[in-house]
């Protein structure tokens, strides 16, 4: 089984550099190009289902990639969602700066929960969709941190519409790309 974890294209929140989280905020025209786009990074492998967060952003993509793949979009997973930010949702750098200099947003969803439900997602679509391929639409920390978690290194920040390859080998997990590139081990 080989799975594609996609980071949902751009939102104006993105563009405006506002930390999203699990605000439901849409996809821009420019994030809908880059699930377009995200298409051409799946060609090569058979994809047998797309699933996502229920975000809207998420939700989106995935229909796009589904589409383009030729594929019915499968269900969505609420344990996908981005990690909730509290009360910094919405906020800017210069927001951030003023209000909450030591980034411990009132609210804040610990990095354990995040990786935590990454996981309990992964092994749910795996119980769901046997040896299938899997497309997973969701969002960029909760990406890095699972993918971190599995790879056992610190990962980049997760570029919207990009790519990143895994599967199962056992009980456990082997990354093979983040961001469209080879992971580099180390």
């Not at 492998?45 to 589904?66: H, M, Y």
């Amino acid at each position: 089984m080989t799975f594609a974890f996609i980071r949902h294209g751009q939102t104006e929140w993105n563009r405006q550099l506002r930390l999203q989280g699990s605000s439901d905020i849409p996809l821009n025209d420019t994030g809908r190009e880059q699930a377009r786009h995200a298409v051409d990074a799946l060609t090569g492998t058979r994809w047998d289902a797309v699933v996502s967060s229920p975000l809207s952003r998420a939700r989106e993509t995935a229909q796009i990639i589904a589409d383009g793949l030729g594929i019915t979009l499968g269900p969505s997973y609420d344990l996908l969602a981005e990690r909730h930010y509290g009360d910094a949702e919405g906020a800017t750098a210069e927001d951030i700066a003023a209000n909450w200099p030591d980034h411990a947003y009132p609210g804040l969803e610990s990095l354990d929960s995040v990786v935590a439900r990454g996981i309990a997602a992964l092994d749910r679509i795996a119980d769901d969709y046997g040896d299938r391929n899997v497309v997973i639409v969701c969002h960029g920390t909760i990406i890095r941190c699972t993918l971190g978690a599995l790879a056992g290194q610190k990962l980049p920040a997760i570029e919207n519409g990009s790519t990143a390859t895994f599967d199962r080998l056992g009980e456990g997990w082997r990354v093979h790309t983040v961001n469209d590139e080879a992971l580099v081990v180390g």
